[in-house]
């Protein structure tokens, strides 16, 4: 995969308000830890998070959306008219049907003659909607668009707390399975990418690669109950995770594609200047870069305050540690992007 006509124009993002540290919600499952003879702290222990953040009760995922296709906006000369396609690359949805990308395209005031489409892919969603973006810009097809993600991560946890204190005959193994499922924040980004020859900054997306080891995808599984509900903020949604799987297999499937991500840009390990990853938690992302052989002082990890915003999490890291700095003009940074599946896909940057 490669790409020779594409810039990253402007990155946006939103963050909650409502910080809950990991030591509230073990608080709130205190009933079960007391029964099990858990030690507390042993989710920030295990995990690396300290806090996560969730947006208000009520709150749909399109809305932190909106705010962060906005930001976007913003940070660009690019006038919104010039946007050919629009796609909602989040897990959280607003509803089935329609596609949330309508709810955003009709707020941010996009034109008629934009393509608009919601993409789910778990937590890789956002990139793959970069590449498929991307790729139709350097088809031709278009010249610019939007790639925007809203996650509502406050539901999950909250139903999983609830029904992990109302189980009555609760096991160290169930909330095992259940412990990836409280590590879950929220977020919003967006990213427009241009064609060169409109782009005000020149920063490059040169391509990559990406690979599936579709043989694991039950090691995580997420539903809503209810036939006609999504991830909103009146579902109830729930997830079931083989972390330590998911881990051992995910390392596995991001060593090939990180493979063949360098050898479709010419890179070395040493030719990258930076990192921005998928976040997890702090043992995931000491196992990825150890099995790719990597420098771990060249990433930047905002899991510990944000946790895991699902597809969120890379592209808003990304933003944040561009607006703190750490990416300076000429230097490669690597998109590190995984997610459950397992589905995995690695791009690089010139900026």
Request: glycine residues 10%; contains cysteine.
């Amino acid at each position: 995969m490669r790409f020779h006509n594409v810039c990253i124009e402007a990155f946006g993002y939103v963050l909650p308000e409502n910080i809950v540290t990991s030591a509230e919600v073990e608080q709130k499952l205190s009933p079960l830890y007391d029964k099990l003879k858990l030690p507390y702290g042993r989710l920030e222990l295990m995990t690396g998070i300290r806090e996560r953040r969730f947006w208000n009760r009520g709150t749909l995922p399109s809305e932190g959306s909106i705010k962060a296709g906005e930001k976007a906006l913003e940070r660009t000369s690019l006038t919104r008219d010039r946007l050919q396609c629009l796609i909602h690359a989040a897990v959280s949805r607003d509803f089935l049907e329609p596609a949330t990308a309508t709810v955003v395209h009709h707020a941010l005031g996009i034109p008629e003659s934009a393509l608009v489409f919601d993409l789910s892919n778990a937590c890789l969603g956002f990139i793959n909607g970069m590449v498929i973006l991307a790729s139709l810009i350097e088809s031709g097809e278009i010249s610019a668009g939007m790639v925007v993600a809203g996650e509502h991560g406050g539901p999950l946890v909250e139903t999983t707390i609830a029904r992990l204190l109302s189980d009555p005959a609760p096991t160290r193994e169930k909330l095992k399975s259940a412990f990836a499922s409280l590590t879950i924040g929220s977020g919003a980004a967006a990213v427009i990418l241009t064609h060169t020859d409109i782009s005000k900054t020149g920063h490059r997306l040169l391509g990559g690669a990406s690979r599936t080891a579709s043989r694991h995808n039950g090691l995580c599984r997420g539903g809503v109950e209810g036939a006609d509900s999504a991830l909103d903020s009146d579902s109830q949604p729930t997830m079931k995770t083989d972390s330590e799987r998911l881990l051992q297999e995910g390392c596995l499937v991001a060593s090939r594609t990180w493979a063949d991500a360098k050898n479709n840009l010419g890179w070395s390990n040493e030719d990258v200047d930076r990192f921005f990853c998928h976040q997890v938690g702090t043992a995931h992302r000491r196992a990825l870069f150890a099995s790719l052989e990597l420098d771990m002082n060249k990433d930047y990890p905002t899991v510990e305050y944000l946790g895991n915003m699902g597809s969120v999490s890379l592209p808003a890291t990304m933003a944040i540690g561009i607006d703190k700095g750490l990416l300076k003009a000429g230097q490669r940074a690597a998109l590190l992007g995984i997610g459950s599946g397992i589905s995995c896909c690695m791009l690089g940057v010139e900026w």
